[in-house]
DNA sequence: TAAGTATGTTAAG
DNA sequence: TTAACCTACTTAC
């Protein structure tokens, strides 16, 4: 369930789980045995996290770079680790618990210079404390494409995915096919302040919630809906269902190779 | 058992 | 714009 908040939780867990103490490190699938030997024994000595890339750092080792693509996932357990299920492709493991990655479309070992070439390639994080969303909004006024695929792209904004970006326009009245130039400097502040919201307590709770307590089924005296991605949500994947506020059929169609979800009544900003 | 789907990205054309 | 790739899960037959 990788977007940015599943990155930056990842990265919080490893250092609890493995941070300042030496690690085992094998790849039980074998596709990344090579520097598993390299870092096997050494000590993880710090842990960041930029959008949807997650890196971990053993000293002069180097950083191991991982990107989960659209279904890699981690999965931890307590020690001792049981033999490994699947294809796994890391495995860290310290006296208390393990680590288990699975499915990733990166997982290399990289140098320090080579971080900082792709955090260059990376747009401002909303999860990043220090990133600065000016940076974002120098490209998104300035550009004809719609606000919906600007706030996929990752060298403009950092870490936002297709749920962040149904929902943040969702919840600020913004048709996702506006050009990025045609926002407001006002509309723009608000975006990124609700992504901040929104992404910080995805890091907490470890999935996507953005409806707010008034909307939710409950306080519209609806009946309770099932998510298949875990979180409650107005748009994403609910095609089948009628807009929570509105009851308009919430309407889909591909922007970008993506699926884009949108409701056409509430969304005309 | 096979096909389809997924919260993503890159490279080829 | 399209295909390819990494894996697991759900749905169809």
């Not at 409950?218 to 994947?237: F, N």
């Not at 922007?255 to 884009?260: F, K, T």
């Amino acid at each position: 369930m990788p977007e940015g908040h599943t990155i930056h939780r990842l990265a919080i867990e490893h250092l609890r789980a493995f941070g300042g103490r030496p690690v085992r490190a094998t790849s039980p699938q074998g596709r990344f045995a090579a520097s598993a030997a390299l870092l096997d024994g050494r000590v993880l000595d710090g842990v960041e996290a930029h959008g949807k890339h997650l890196f971990l750092g053993f000293g002069g080792t180097g950083w191991v770079h991982v990107h989960l693509g659209l279904y890699g996932t981690v999965t931890f357990g307590a020690a001792p680790a049981p033999p490994p299920v699947g294809q796994v492709r890391l495995r860290l493991a310290g006296a208390d618990g393990y680590a288990d990655l699975r499915g990733p479309a990166a997982c290399e070992l990289i140098t320090a210079a080579e971080k900082d070439a792709l955090h260059s390639r990376l747009g401002p994080d909303p999860l990043r404390p220090a990133d600065d969303p000016e940076r974002a909004w120098q490209r998104i006024s300035r550009s004809r494409s719609p606000v919906a695929a600007l706030l996929m792209d990752q060298k403009v904004l950092a870490g936002v995915g297709n749920v962040y970006r149904a929902e943040v326009l969702f919840r600020l009245g913004i048709s996702p096919h506006r050009a990025g130039r045609d926002l407001t400097r006002t509309e723009w502040d608000a975006l990124w302040a609700d992504l901040v919201e929104l992404m910080r307590a995805g890091v907490a709770a470890g999935r996507i919630d953005t409806v707010r307590a008034e909307h939710t089924p409950e306080a519209m005296g609806r009946p309770p809906r099932v998510d298949d991605h875990g979180g409650e949500v107005y748009v994403y994947r609910r095609t089948t269902m009628p807009c929570l506020i509105c009851t308009t059929p919430v309407r889909t169609e591909p922007l970008a190779a993506r699926n884009l979800f949108w409701c056409p009544t509430c969304q005309q900003r």
